[in-house]
């Protein structure tokens, strides 16, 4: 089936502007994660939502960063007033089948890179 | 809530011999330990896991070993092969519902 899918795949904007990422996390998958990775670096925990409980936001680097997931299924990660150093991929995975799936295995979508200039 | 710590950070083998990663966790409700391989400009990819009720599992050339008891656990990498040059990620997990943790990734190098 159709995997973890993530747009626009590339985004170049200019600093101070807002950008909005989406993520399409595979049918029926309860968890849904975005992570940051810089060039070269390791996986950048953002925001993690499970279900129709309340998010993990204790990520998020600051308050220019938010996220929401609709109808438990497409999510949207929104950076307001972006600075050159959110610039980097950024990544959305999703897990779980159900609530008593052993399938922990996350799947990573292809990433959004960001570039602020 | 979780930590994961991992190392080494960059490790160089020479084509053939064996890679060994390690991580240590803190929870000790976490059940469950994958591994993630990601190649150069692309996603990290689920190369194996285990869970809290075994002590090692196999696949082909890798291998993981867990410690409940000291809070760690291993990939094993033998005969390694060019192709095995990437970033590995080890992540700790409780049970279903909750957040994975992640470890800050080790950058393989494998040496023809």
């Known amino acids: 089936g159709a995997g973890v899918s993530q747009s626009p795949s590339n985004k170049v904007t200019e600093k101070g502007k807002d950008v909005e990422l989406r993520c399409d996390p595979i049918?029926?998958?309860?968890?849904l994660y975005w992570y940051r990775q810089s060039l070269g670096q390791g996986l950048e925990f953002l925001i993690y939502?499970?279900?129709?409980?309340?998010?993990?936001k204790s990520g998020l680097p600051s308050d220019r960063f938010s996220a929401e997931r609709t109808g438990g299924s497409v999510s949207t990660l929104t950076i307001q007033r972006t600075q050159q150093e959110d610039s980097a991929v950024y990544l959305c995975?999703?897990?779980?089948?159900?609530?008593?799936?052993?399938?922990?295995?996350?799947?990573f979508g292809p990433g959004t890179r960001l570039t602020v200039t | 809530g979780e930590n994961v710590e991992q190392h080494p950070s960059t490790l160089s083998v020479q084509e053939g011999d064996s890679a060994v990663i390690k991580c240590t966790y803190s929870?000790?409700?976490?059940?469950?330990f994958p591994w993630y391989k990601q190649e150069l400009g692309k996603r990290p990819q689920l190369i194996i896991d285990?869970?809290?009720?075994?002590g090692e599992k196999k696949d082909q050339r890798i291998a993981v070993t867990l410690n409940k008891t000291a809070k760690h656990f291993s990939l094993h990498i033998t005969e390694t092969q060019p192709e095995d040059s990437a970033v590995y990620f080890c992540?700790?997990?409780?049970?279903?519902?909750?957040?994975?943790?992640f470890g800050i990734g080790t950058k393989l190098q494998v040496i023809p």
């Open positions: 049918s029926g998958h309860t968890a």
């Open positions: 995975a999703s897990s779980g089948r159900g609530r008593h799936s052993l399938d922990y295995e996350q799947y």
């Open positions: 929870d000790s409700a976490s059940n469950y």
């Open positions: 992540a700790a997990q409780g049970g279903g519902y909750q957040k994975v943790t």
């Open positions: 939502f499970q279900g129709n409980s309340a998010p993990d």
């Open positions: 285990i869970r809290s009720n075994v």
